[in-house]
């Protein structure tokens, strides 16, 4: 047996993705389907482990549709690199997506609205020194050795499999990105679903991993470090709105250096970048109505994921 492609799946939820899979462009004999149901992803995926038989364990999202030659790129990859341990490829957003799903796939594709994890949403280039950024456990495939040494963390959720590729690479497994392993992952359908999913993303980072760790990636901090500044720019014109005039009333008799301008900076610099990448992600999707509603889903992701760590370092310190 080549494949053990293992699905968690929540008690209340069915697997979307069964049905791409029974099509996939490869023998039925060389691979077999766990699909372990549970209330913990984690306990999920290291149950599923323990029954595998294949050489190689795919971890996949229940949610989504397998590209036809998904498991026939795989088998390719590790045969031309035989020193990687682990690889997974993009979660894209499915054709078939429509309305806010579509366009905040589009978000989190976009370098300005995901940063460096944006390759987990978009086919980028073959990097075969991987890390969190570029993949995740909705589709992953691993060799056995490796699930024989690493497991997931049962306590983290989400935020698990960044954890599991982390523990990998510390533990001297070699982990690699593939755009050529494709798998079309479903969006959250509505405002609040994303906010919710970001939130918790954010959330989850400080129990991950020590402050330390984070200083070293540093662009997981940017979100929190805007989330403050947006705090204290609100608070400051609730304690003084005159200063918003020093801002907004920009003519000859303006005081560039003036604290009241100086505030404003980063929040102009801010809405002129938003706008940039609106324009210039909408005509890179050919989707020109996206250009009116990512200016807002933007901002929606950066404010939610630095809340969300804010809120996961102050619960951590109240431990």
């Known amino acids: 047996m080549k494949f053990s492609l293992i699905i968690p799946l929540a008690p209340e939820r069915g697997a979307e993705i069964i049905d791409s899979i029974k099509k996939l462009n490869y023998p039925k004999s060389d691979f077999h389907i766990i699909i372990v149901k549970g209330k913990n992803p984690s306990d999920n995926r290291n149950k599923g482990a323990m029954n595998a038989k294949g ?26 690199h035989q020193n990687i341990d682990i690889v997974g490829g993009p979660q894209l ?33 073959l990097n075969l020194n991987a ?28 935020g698990e499999d960044p954890k599991f590729i982390d523990d990998a690479k510390k533990y001297g497994f070699n982990v690699a990105y593939s755009p050529d392993l494709i798998m079309y992952h479903r969006r959250r359908p509505n405002i609040k679903s994303l906010i919710k999913q970001i939130f918790n993303y954010g959330k989850v980072r400080p129990a991950k991993e020590s402050f330390i760790s984070t200083l070293k990636k540093p662009s997981f901090l940017i979100p929190s470090v805007f989330f403050i500044y947006l705090s204290i720019l609100a608070i400051s014109i609730l304690v003084n709105p005159t200063i918003t005039g020093g801002a907004i009333g920009i003519g000859k008799n303006t005081n560039y250096l003036s604290l009241n301008f100086l505030l404003f900076v980063p929040l102009f610099f801010y809405i002129l970048l938003s706008l940039g990448f609106s324009i210039y992600d909408s005509i890179k999707n050919k989707a020109y109505k996206a250009t009116l509603f990512l200016p807002f889903i933007y901002p929606m992701i950066h404010i ?11 619960k951590k310190l109240k431990k």
């Open 93 to 125: 957003t499915p054709h078939d997506e429509t309305g806010f799903a579509k366009i905040s796939g589009y978000a989190l594709s976009s370098k300005f609205g995901a940063w460096n994890l944006s390759q987990r949403y978009s086919r980028k280039k």
């Open 131 to 158: 890390d969190e950024g570029s993949i995740t456990s909705a589709n992953l495939f691993v060799k056995k050795n490796v699930i024989d040494k690493i497991k997931f963390d049962s306590n983290l959720f989400p």
């Open 304 to 314: 939610s994921y630095g809340a969300g760590m804010i809120y996961g370092y102050l």
């Open 55 to 80: 050489e190689i364990i795919g971890f996949l999202d229940d949610d989504a549709v397998v590209d036809v030659d998904l498991l026939k790129n795989v088998e390719e990859f590790f045969k031309e």
